[in-house]
């Protein structure tokens, strides 16, 4: 024990000077344990994975899958991507975690990744914490095995590992730093260490870009970003186009941004982007030419999450002017409606704090900060440590493009490693916000249904809008602004029956209308079937292609007299099945306990109805087309001699005469025979016409005798001999 603490920057050393009383002993000797102790606890690892090495293979192609898993007392820290079809993967991924208690080893666990079943288990090592020495990086390649069902000694294969202990903060350097003479110069190069902002980048496109050295276009290009001592590096892209985000860390010493193109392995021109010139907590859009060649980099750069205080975000520092106030509404007044279409309008947004938030860390807190967006701007607060309550009070300001665009509100914990995790969202649609109120806010789930996790999360806001009528109007008939980062759309089956379920009941509103018109026609009430006909018949003689946007206003008026009248709404509007709405960790585990035969039963009750519906659209598809084809030439020609007579009829008889037959048809039938069907005419003609399943099955097959092998399978073509 007195290595491990001394190796971690404590020291055994007696701390008493006189020989006290047994008791007085025991409780400074305690105290000198918890003061060793919170050291210990203050520390954070970063791993950076690497490879694999010679793994066993688990498919049936002598190759595998394989994804790793970094675990702590059975508490998930990091899982990573999946390298398919590889025995000696490269994973190459960096991640930082806190250390809460060094003396407990990680596990580190390999899988093999199979579609739809159970991961294959691939070996599994351990991470001794107190064989490491304090901000020294260190490979090592842990031996993989299996301890429970295989041989102890028989070897998996092995992962490549380089792991650095750090302490966590700024203070706990400091400590550690204090008692360690050794690391006293480096004491005064790490002090500045602390973040003071983060700078979040949207990479979007790139223009003009070189030629390669064959002369055709570049195919395989990527950026790559350094902010000092981070470094990411973008996908691969052919299309100039990428839609990627990445945060970094901002130091007071560090202002400069670099940024590279390389196509390949070939470096084709750098530039230098100054922080230090840029407006905090404003996002900004900037295309920066290449210094070594030709080209412009699209980029919209955000400095926020300032930890300094006194900042123009900070709301202890902030005192509102009356104005500026007014010179933001005299900017937007009626008056002013033509000046600037673009410029809708102004948000301001007071951030206080939060409480109730779920625990994300091991010790029952949680470091969270706030992000806002609007549209493509993101601003976000600094990061209130080791609390469940923060206080951020912080005011950020928006420009609005658009009034029908709506404010996002994400609460994250964060993890220092850039893999944050989720603590609860909201969305306010900026036509709902009510200026200047200072409420409460509950916080949902991702999926924005259900209250999230915690005890009863909920962040505190003051939202101010001022906007112009005018310039919302003429905005919102022009294209929408395109969200340039939207969460990638992965499969998931509670996703996929809940969107059926909304097109199901699409479709049944659909058909309830049709029934609804079809009564009518059949004289079920016939109170109801007599005004409709009556309405028919004047619609028909008096109606005109006005009638068309007038029948569509009666229906908004029907709608807007119900709301005025009983004070609600469409009940049926924004009801959803919380049932498919439940976090994804809930959903796992109900999935857990489910048996494969209900789950395949619940998965083909559902790919039924989608293959039916989508089937007999296909088939409804190439009997159109084949109609045209002369699939059937009777039927074809037919269906040229209708629409002979239908050019005709149209050309000699008005429209309003027609429909006024039609409607007279529709509605004397049921009166003058009882028994007929209900039916629609150009559905019964296309349901004569065969899909081409039903060509492909009307083919007759040569009399000559044919192979087995073709007989087995007679879509294969016989070659000729």
């Given at each position: 024990?007195?290595q491990?603490?001394?190796?971690?920057?404590?020291?055994?050393?007696?701390?008493?000077?006189?020989?006290?009383?047994?008791?007085?002993?025991?409780?400074?000797?305690?105290?000198?344990?918890?003061?060793?102790?919170?050291?210990?606890?203050?520390?954070?690892?970063?791993?950076?994975?690497?490879?694999?090495?010679?793994?066993?293979?688990?498919?049936?192609?002598?190759?595998?899958d394989?994804?790793?898993?970094?675990?702590?007392?059975?508490?998930?820290?990091?899982?990573?991507?999946?390298?398919?079809?590889?025995?000696?993967?490269?994973?190459?991924?960096?991640?930082?975690?806190?250390?809460?208690?060094?003396?407990?080893?990680?596990?580190?666990?390999?899988?093999?990744?199979?579609?739809?079943?159970?991961?294959?288990?691939?070996?599994?090592?351990?991470?001794?914490?107190?064989?490491?020495?304090?901000?020294?990086?260190?490979?090592?390649?842990?031996?993989?095995?299996?301890?429970?069902?295989?041989e102890?000694?028989?070897s998996?294969?092995?992962?490549?590992?380089?792991?650095?202990?750090?302490?966590?903060?700024?203070?706990?350097?400091?400590?550690?730093?204090?008692?360690?003479?050794?690391?006293?110069?480096?004491?005064?190069?790490?002090?500045?260490?602390?973040?003071?902002?983060?700078?979040?980048?949207?990479?979007?496109?790139?223009?003009?870009?070189?030629?390669?050295?064959?002369?055709?276009?570049?195919?395989?290009?990527?950026?790559?970003?350094?902010?000092?001592?981070?470094?990411?590096?973008?996908?691969?892209?052919?299309?100039?186009?990428?839609?990627e985000?990445?945060?970094?860390?901002?130091?007071d010493?560090?202002?400069?941004?670099?940024?590279?193109?390389?196509?390949?392995?070939?470096?084709?021109?750098?530039?230098?982007?100054?922080?230090?010139?840029?407006?905090?907590?404003?996002?900004?859009?900037?295309?920066?030419?290449?210094?070594?060649?030709?080209?412009?980099?699209?980029?919209?750069?955000?400095?926020?999450?300032?930890?300094?205080?006194?900042t123009?975000?900070?709301?202890?520092?902030?005192k509102?002017?009356?104005?500026?106030?007014?010179?933001?509404?005299?900017?937007?007044?009626?008056?002013?409606?033509?000046?600037?279409?673009?410029?809708?309008?102004?948000?301001?947004?007071?951030?206080?704090?939060?409480?109730?938030?779920?625990?994300?860390?091991?010790?029952?807190?949680?470091?969270?900060?706030?992000?806002?967006?609007?549209?493509?701007?993101?601003?976000?607060?600094?990061?209130?440590?080791?609390?469940?309550?923060?206080?951020?009070?912080?005011?950020?300001?928006?420009?609005i493009?658009?009034?029908?665009?709506?404010?996002?509100?994400?609460?994250?914990?964060?993890?220092?490693?850039?893999?944050?995790?989720?603590?609860?969202?909201?969305?306010?649609?900026?036509?709902?916000?009510?200026?200047?109120?200072?409420?409460?806010?509950?916080?949902?789930?991702?999926?924005?249904?259900?209250?999230?996790?915690?005890?009863?999360?909920?962040?505190?806001?003051?939202?101010?809008?001022?906007?112009?009528?005018?310039?919302?109007?003429?905005?919102?008939?022009?294209?929408?602004?395109?969200?340039?980062?939207?969460?990638?759309?992965?499969?998931?089956?509670?996703?996929?029956?809940?969107?059926?379920?909304?097109?199901?009941?699409?479709?049944?509103?659909?058909?309830?209308?049709?029934?609804?018109?079809?009564?009518?026609?059949?004289?079920?009430?016939p109170?109801?079937s007599?005004?409709?006909?009556?309405?028919?018949?004047?619609?028909?003689?008096?109606?005109?292609?006005?009638?068309?946007?007038?029948?569509?206003?009666?229906?908004?008026?029907?709608?807007?007299?119900?709301?005025?009248?009983?004070?609600?709404?469409?009940?049926?509007?924004?009801?959803?099945?919380?049932?498919?709405?439940?976090?994804?960790d809930?959903?796992?585990?109900?999935?857990?306990?489910?048996?494969?035969?209900?789950?395949?039963?619940?998965?083909?009750?559902?790919?039924?109805?989608v293959?039916?519906?989508?089937?007999?659209?296909a088939?409804?598809?190439?009997?159109?087309?084949?109609?045209?084809?002369?699939?059937?030439?009777?039927?074809?020609?037919?269906?040229?001699?209708?629409?002979?007579?239908?050019?005709?009829?149209?050309?000699?008889?008005?429209?309003?005469?027609?429909?006024?037959f039609?409607?007279?048809?529709?509605?004397?039938?049921?009166?003058?025979?009882?028994?007929?069907?209900?039916?629609?005419?150009?559905?019964?003609?296309?349901?004569?016409?065969?899909?081409?399943?039903?060509?492909?099955?009307?083919?007759?097959?040569?009399?000559?005798?044919?192979?087995?092998?073709?007989?087995?399978?007679?879509?294969?073509?016989?070659?000729?001999?």
């Amino acid at each position: 024990m007195a290595q491990v603490i001394q190796r971690f920057g404590g020291s055994m050393e007696g701390r008493i000077d006189e020989q006290p009383e047994n008791g007085t002993a025991t409780t400074a000797q305690q105290q000198q344990q918890q003061q060793q102790q919170q050291q210990l606890d203050a520390l954070q690892l970063r791993v950076h994975l690497k490879s694999g090495c010679d793994l066993v293979a688990m498919d049936k192609n002598g190759l595998s899958d394989p994804y790793v898993k970094f675990k702590v007392g059975g508490r998930l820290l990091h899982k990573s991507r999946t390298i398919h079809r590889d025995l000696n993967p490269v994973w190459d991924e960096v991640f930082i975690v806190p250390v809460e208690d060094p003396f407990q080893a990680i596990i580190v666990k390999v899988f093999d990744y199979d579609w739809g079943l159970q991961d294959d288990f691939m070996g599994s090592a351990k991470i001794d914490l107190t064989q490491l020495e304090l901000g020294k990086a260190e490979d090592i390649n842990l031996q993989l095995s299996d301890t429970n069902n295989g041989e102890p000694g028989l070897s998996m294969g092995e992962i490549l590992i380089n792991l650095t202990l750090w302490p966590r903060s700024q203070e706990d350097k400091e400590m550690h730093f204090q008692r360690n003479s050794k690391l006293a110069e480096s004491s005064k190069r790490l002090k500045s260490q602390i973040w003071s902002s983060v700078v979040t980048i949207l990479l979007v496109k790139a223009k003009d870009l070189p030629l390669a050295e064959d002369g055709g276009k570049l195919i395989d290009i990527h950026l790559k970003f350094r902010l000092g001592n981070e470094k990411y590096k973008s996908k691969t892209s052919w299309t100039e186009r990428w839609l990627e985000q990445f945060d970094l860390h901002l130091f007071d010493e560090d202002q400069n941004l670099e940024l590279a193109l390389w196509n390949r392995n070939t470096l084709y021109g750098k530039a230098n982007i100054d922080l230090s010139v840029f407006q905090r907590e404003t996002t900004h859009g900037i295309w920066k030419p290449l210094e070594d060649c030709s080209g412009e980099i699209f980029l919209m750069l955000t400095i926020s999450g300032t930890t300094a205080l006194e900042t123009i975000s900070d709301l202890k520092a902030f005192k509102e002017d009356p104005r500026e106030t007014q010179l933001i509404r005299d900017r937007y007044s009626f008056l002013r409606s033509l000046q600037n279409l673009r410029d809708v309008g102004h948000l301001t947004v007071k951030v206080f704090g939060a409480t109730g938030l779920a625990a994300a860390d091991i010790g029952g807190k949680s470091d969270p900060f706030c992000v806002l967006e609007l549209g493509n701007a993101r601003l976000q607060t600094q990061t209130e440590y080791k609390t469940l309550t923060p206080n951020w009070n912080k005011i950020f300001t928006f420009n609005i493009k658009d009034i029908t665009q709506v404010l996002e509100i994400t609460v994250y914990d964060e993890d220092r490693d850039h893999r944050v995790e989720f603590l609860g969202k909201l969305v306010i649609p900026l036509l709902r916000i009510k200026s200047g109120v200072k409420r409460w806010y509950t916080l949902k789930d991702k999926n924005l249904c259900v209250r999230a996790k915690g005890n009863s999360p909920q962040i505190q806001l003051e939202l101010t809008v001022v906007w112009n009528e005018v310039r919302a109007v003429c905005r919102a008939l022009q294209p929408k602004e395109e969200k340039l980062i939207q969460q990638e759309a992965k499969f998931k089956r509670q996703l996929f029956l809940r969107n059926v379920n909304r097109l199901k009941e699409i479709i049944m509103d659909i058909l309830e209308a049709a029934r609804y018109v079809q009564s009518c026609f059949e004289w079920e009430s016939p109170v109801r079937s007599g005004i409709a006909f009556v309405l028919w018949i004047v619609g028909c003689v008096y109606g005109d292609l006005e009638t068309v946007p007038l029948v569509l206003l009666l229906i908004i008026l029907k709608k807007w007299l119900i709301r005025l009248i009983t004070g609600t709404t469409d009940a049926n509007a924004g009801h959803y099945d919380y049932e498919y709405d439940e976090d994804d960790d809930d959903d796992k585990e109900k999935e857990e306990k489910k048996s494969i035969k209900e789950r395949l039963q619940a998965i083909q009750e559902v790919s039924q109805t989608v293959q039916n519906t989508i089937g007999y659209l296909a088939s409804l598809g190439e009997s159109t087309i084949n109609t045209f084809n002369f699939s059937v030439p009777e039927l074809t020609w037919l269906a040229v001699v209708l629409l002979l007579g239908a050019i005709l009829v149209l050309h000699f008889v008005p429209l309003r005469w027609l429909l006024l037959f039609w409607g007279f048809m529709k509605f004397s039938r049921r009166l003058l025979r009882p028994n007929t069907i209900p039916n629609n005419e150009l559905l019964d003609f296309l349901s004569r016409v065969p899909d081409n399943e039903e060509i492909n099955q009307f083919r007759e097959l040569p009399p000559s005798a044919t192979t087995d092998l073709a007989r087995s399978n007679p879509k294969k073509k016989l070659k000729g001999s």
